[in-house]
């Protein structure tokens, strides 16, 4: 238990129920109350956490598919490598990366003047929910909304598929074709939550969507912050 795949696993479980946490209690306040509403610094407040722990996610996940690729791909040298003082480094690291991009949006978002309309079409504050009601010009916000989930997000997700792309030409090659089915079927539902994590993001944030698409908006919001975690205790703990 003490291996770096199962110092990850524990943090990733502490950031799934974080990042849950941050956005379902509310919910489901919400959907049994008549009484919708939320202070503009509970507002902010949610926001920055969301994108905290959101960020935190998308990091671990990239390096836990490394520790996977070291694991099978360079066994003999996978204690020299995932060293104990490297684990810690990456992961103070990425929340150190992850409270730098959530201040940065939240410092921004406080800059900005609010409309008449404060009804948000959204289940939580999400950051481009909140910047369709400003009357600021919100031009700084999105272009720093696009690098930093450019940097963090799509740099992450190439980075799990690189890794499963070298574990999966591995495989290839065991000499055992039950061994080969065992490490298939176990990586590829890794990669479907992979798929269904990133997907769901990048299709929400990074691609162009009509006015009219809240609803689908809102559906792709629940994938990624309430569906993923809640399956990723089953697929890389009681899988693995």
């Known amino acids: 238990l003490h291996s770096p795949m199962y110092f990850f696993l524990s943090n990733l479980a502490f950031t799934d129920v974080s990042f849950s946490s941050v956005t379902i209690p509310k919910m489901l306040r919400d959907m049994y109350s008549k009484d919708k509403f939320i202070p503009y610094a509970g507002c902010v407040t949610q926001m920055y956490f969301f994108i ?41 690291g990425f929340w150190l990366i992850s409270c730098s991009i959530a201040l940065s949006h939240t410092l921004l978002l406080a800059q900005l003047s609010f409309c008449a309309d404060d009804t948000i079409l959204h289940f939580f504050c999400d950051l481009a929910a909140l910047l369709k009601l400003s009357c600021s010009d919100t ?19 190439i980075g799990v598929l690189v890794s499963y792309g070298l574990i999966g030409t591995t495989i290839l090659r065991f000499p055992s074709v039950k061994g080969m089915c065992k490490a298939f079927s176990t990586c590829s539902s890794h990669l479907s939550v992979v798929f269904l994590f990133y997907g769901t993001i990048i299709v929400l944030y990074f691609l162009p969507s009509s006015s009219n698409s809240n609803d689908k908006d809102i559906i792709a919001s629940l994938m990624y912050s309430v569906v993923t ?12």
């Open 229 to 240: 975690p809640m399956l990723n205790p089953i697929i890389y703990t009681l899988r693995n």
């Open 52 to 92: 905290f722990f959101g960020c935190t996610d998308n990091l671990l996940l990239a390096v836990m598919a490394y520790d996977r690729y070291v694991a099978i791909c360079h066994p003999l040298h996978y204690t020299t490598i995932m060293r104990e003082g490297l684990c810690i480094f990456l992961l103070g």
């Open 139 to 157: 031009f700084l916000s999105e272009i720093f909304l696009f690098a930093v989930g450019g940097f963090v997000i799509v740099l992450s997700f």
